[in-house]
């Protein structure tokens, strides 16, 4: 059985940073990333790259913080979007550029991770390649698939006789050819895929029924990336907004249980603790949520204003997307080569789509934009370990959400944040996918029964006691928001901490005694396995609460709160968590990549001081 240090399962973003980082930091053990897909890139492999794909953020705001995207490489200009193409080479020269990507294996799936018992602890996988199965043997294990790497794809009565092609968004670049020889095409769901979708099919002529469910969430908030020069505040505050929210000032803001971190607690106190406060902030996310509604013009016309968003702009999470196409999306809508309809797919016959206010709409294809499964492909041994790994269970075979701990949890919340007792009710109809009449599935790891959110200390380690002594598992990219790159690249130099027992005490229990650490001593007693355990849950309930709009209640999901989640991840290492120059820049200039160029650089050099 081959034996390997460290073992990666999944080739985006996430599994490709701590691949890099934990090959930088520990260059003499052995590595590999396993992949089920034929290229790299997750969301961005070549595979999944459909007709007119592009990121949301611009050049300089998507990219590793150690590898610039050069408009000179890349053939990207300031101020453009980078188009799906650009990204997987973008992922493919990085790989090269930092020596991993020799260590990747496609084509390799994870089917069981057995976990082993000792003080070492460590992985048995059993992985299919090329036909065949074989097993290797990880001493550290991360898990990096994301969270959009499985498609969920409901079985809808009738789709037996239906006859036409039917398919999941991730599968539209297999699908291609209906772009030119379709004649009329159903999309379902109000994504931003779904969005991009329909784009593709109406900017080639095809006509579209773009259908978004009455009982679901509505479509997704929409901004524009510039606004008129009149309104020069309004633009820095959509784009920043939108594109990631990395302005200190405009995280204060948000609500946000991990926010004192950033040492700013006096001014958060003031915004969400006192009546003066939160009248401010309600302001703001009226001015925000109202601007995007009057530029984007949606109640001038009958079905633009269908897709007037539903939820308030406070909650909606990452689902906060940009207009990115080349042209005007509603004018597509405005002269019908799109109708917008506002109800739930009940079956389907021959070449027909069936909706629950009588509708029939023939058809030459229907796109499934219907989301995600949110928990691993991988069956994870022995029987049970799911909930002490932190992977989403039932409620009562949880020892973490007892009913005492989720009350004490939800009343700090709640008394810290007034705001969010008043939980918004954007569709009182509001009933999950599967509760539609005519859509089913058989798929276990989708059932009906609701489980509990992902619970990981710091969004990625299990908060068990065994578990944390092994240091054997952990999982990257569980989460949500458009700082991508930064958080994936915070994460990998956490991770990397946490497998070599580099963390300070004030973050978690040393395995080893260790010289005493003078950050230690400034962040108080060092921490309990029983503080990870309460800040844990204290997290992962704060999403329901905060997000509802969004996937706050499955999994962390969030906007506003990226930098002061990076923010506590550079905190833990030890580092400066104040980049810019000055108070000035601290709280009013954007930050970005450049910011943390060389704090893979920062933390090495940090735990050679300390003797770690």
């Known amino acids: 059985m081959e034996t390997l240090d460290l073992v990666v399962i999944g080739a985006g973003v996430f599994g490709l940073a701590v691949a890099k980082t934990f090959h930088q930091l520990n260059p003499g053990k052995s590595l590999a990333v396993l992949d089920s897909g034929s290229t790299l890139g997750g969301v961005w492999a070549k595979d999944r790259l459909y007709p007119g794909l592009k990121t949301n953020n611009m050049l300089g705001t998507f990219e590793y913080p150690d590898f610039p995207m050069h408009s000179d490489v890349f053939g990207v200009k300031p101020g453009e979007h980078m188009s799906g193409e650009i990204m997987y080479r973008y992922l493919t020269k990085y790989a090269e550029r930092f020596d991993i990507l020799d260590k990747i294996r496609y084509q390799t799936a994870v089917l069981v991770a057995e976990h082993q018992d000792g003080a070492e602890g460590g992985w048995i996988l059993s992985v299919q390649s090329g036909g065949s199965q074989h097993q290797i043997f990880a001493r550290k294990l991360v898990m990096a698939a994301g969270l959009t790497s499985e498609p969920f794809l409901p079985r809808i009565e009738g789709q037996d006789d239906f006859g036409v092609p039917i398919f999941h968004s991730r599968d539209f670049t297999k699908y291609a050819d209906t772009l030119d020889s379709a004649k009329r095409?159903?999309?379902?769901?109000?994504?931003?895929?779904?969005?991009?979708?329909?784009?593709?099919?109406?900017?080639?002529?095809?006509?579209?029924?773009?259908?978004?469910?009455?009982?679901?969430?509505?479509?997704?908030?929409?901004?524009?990336?510039?606004?008129?020069?009149?309104?020069?505040?309004?633009?820095?505050?959509?784009?920043?907004?939108?594109?990631?929210?990395?302005?200190?000032?405009?995280?204060?803001?948000?609500?946000?249980?991990?926010?004192?971190?950033?040492?700013?607690?006096?001014?958060?106190?003031?915004?969400?603790?006192?009546?003066?406060?939160?009248?401010?902030?309600?302001?703001?996310?009226?001015?925000?949520?109202?601007?995007?509604?009057?530029?984007?013009?949606?109640?001038?016309?009958?079905?633009?204003?269908?897709?007037?968003?539903?939820?308030?702009?406070?909650?909606?999470?990452?689902?906060?997307?940009?207009?990115?196409?080349?042209?005007?999306?509603?004018?597509?809508?405005?002269?019908?080569?799109?109708?917008?309809?506002?109800?739930?797919?009940?079956?389907?016959?021959?070449?027909?789509?069936?909706?629950?206010?009588?509708?029939?709409?023939?058809?030459?294809?229907?796109?499934?934009?219907?989301?995600?499964?949110?928990?691993?492909?991988?069956?994870?041994?022995?029987?049970?370990?799911?909930?002490?790994?932190?992977?989403?269970?039932?409620?009562?075979?949880?020892?973490?959400?007892?009913?005492?701990?989720?009350?004490?949890?939800?009343?700090?919340?709640?008394?810290?944040?007034?705001?969010?007792?008043?939980?918004?009710?954007?569709?009182?109809?509001?009933?999950?996918?599967?509760?539609?009449?005519?859509?089913?599935?058989?798929?276990?790891?989708?059932?009906?029964?609701?489980?509990?959110?992902?619970?990981l200390y710091h969004f990625m380690v299990p908060p068990s006691a065994r578990l944390l002594q092994t240091r054997d598992i952990a999982f990257a990219g569980v989460l949500l928001n458009f700082s991508t790159f930064i958080v994936a690249h915070a994460q990998a130099i956490w991770l990397s901490a946490y497998f070599n027992d580099q963390l300070p005490a004030f973050v978690l229990p040393p395995l080893q005694p260790r010289p005493s650490d003078p950050t230690d001593d400034q962040k108080g007693k060092a921490k309990t396995i029983a503080d990870i355990r309460r800040e844990t849950l204290l997290h992962a309930r704060f999403g329901k609460w905060r997000y509802p709009a969004g996937h706050g209640a499955q999994f962390p999901d969030f906007v506003f709160d990226a930098l002061p989640y990076v923010d506590l991840l550079v905190s833990d290492l030890g580092l400066k968590v104040h980049r810019k120059k000055g108070w000035l820049a601290e709280i009013s200039e954007p930050y970005g990549p450049e910011d943390y160029r060389d704090l893979v650089g920062e933390f090495a050099a940090s735990v050679e001081g300390k003797g770690v």
């Open 185 to 455: 095409v159903t999309v379902f769901g109000g994504t931003k895929s779904a969005w991009d979708v329909v784009y593709a099919y109406a900017s080639k002529g095809v006509k579209v029924d773009w259908v978004i469910r009455e009982s679901g969430h509505g479509p997704v908030w929409m901004a524009p990336p510039y606004v008129t020069p009149l309104k020069k505040w309004l633009e820095k505050l959509v784009r920043q907004c939108a594109q990631n929210g990395d302005t200190r000032m405009l995280t204060w803001f948000s609500p946000c249980i991990w926010g004192n971190v950033d040492g700013y607690t006096g001014l958060r106190n003031f915004y969400h603790g006192s009546a003066i406060g939160r009248a401010i902030t309600n302001a703001f996310w009226y001015i925000l949520g109202n601007d995007v509604v009057t530029l984007n013009k949606y109640d001038a016309h009958p079905e633009t204003k269908k897709l007037k968003p539903w939820s308030h702009a406070m909650f909606v999470a990452s689902s906060f997307s940009i207009l990115n196409y080349p042209t005007d999306i509603f004018d597509l809508v405005r002269d019908g080569t799109v109708n917008v309809h506002i109800a739930d797919v009940t079956g389907l016959s021959s070449r027909t789509v069936h909706l629950s206010d009588g509708t029939q709409l023939d058809t030459d294809a229907l796109c499934c934009v219907t989301g995600w499964k949110h928990v691993p492909p991988v069956k994870f041994l022995p029987e049970g370990i799911d909930k002490e790994l932190g992977l989403p269970h039932t409620p009562q075979e949880s020892d973490l959400f007892t009913a005492d701990a989720v009350a004490q949890a939800d009343e700090e919340i709640l008394s810290r944040f007034p705001r969010l007792q008043d939980q918004p009710v954007q569709n009182k109809n509001l009933k999950p996918l599967l509760a539609t009449d005519g859509l089913t599935t058989t798929d276990p790891v989708n059932p009906s029964t609701p489980l509990t959110p992902w619970t």
